[in-house]
Nanobody
């Protein structure tokens, strides 16, 4: 069982940066691949980024590649999403999730999400 709690969201101007954090509980955290997803009002949830259990492999949605960076610290049970050059279209609720396999179709555990609002 893994419990996930996101933090770090907020209001930022376009061009600014935010760093999201995802705190995980459970001794098996380091065995899970992790992902970040987002859902904007009236839209479906979409994939943002993923990282393998070791942190060696990462993957990004085309819309955020080059601007966002996913990372993890297994010693601290933490996953991060560094978001730079933010755009108004990045406004959404961002959630972290855990899966048994990297780039899995289904994720097993989800956090509640943190709101990110980018003003123009």
């Amino acid at each position: 069982q893994v419990q996930l709690v996101e933090s770090g969201g907020g209001l930022v101007q376009a061009g600014g940066s935010l760093r999201l954090s995802c705190a995980a509980s459970g001794r098996t955290f380091s065995s899970y691949a992790m992902g970040w997803f987002r859902q904007a009002p009236g839209k479906e949830r979409e994939f943002v980024a993923a990282i393998s259990w070791s942190g060696i492999r990462t993957s990004y949605a085309a819309s955020v590649k080059g601007r966002f960076t996913i990372s993890r610290d297994n010693a601290k049970n933490m996953v991060y999403l560094q978001m730079n050059s933010l755009k108004p279209e990045d406004t959404a609720v961002y959630s972290c999730a855990a899966a048994e396999a990297y780039l899995a179709r289904e994720y097993d555990y989800w956090g509640q999400g943190t709101q990110v609002t980018v003003s123009s």
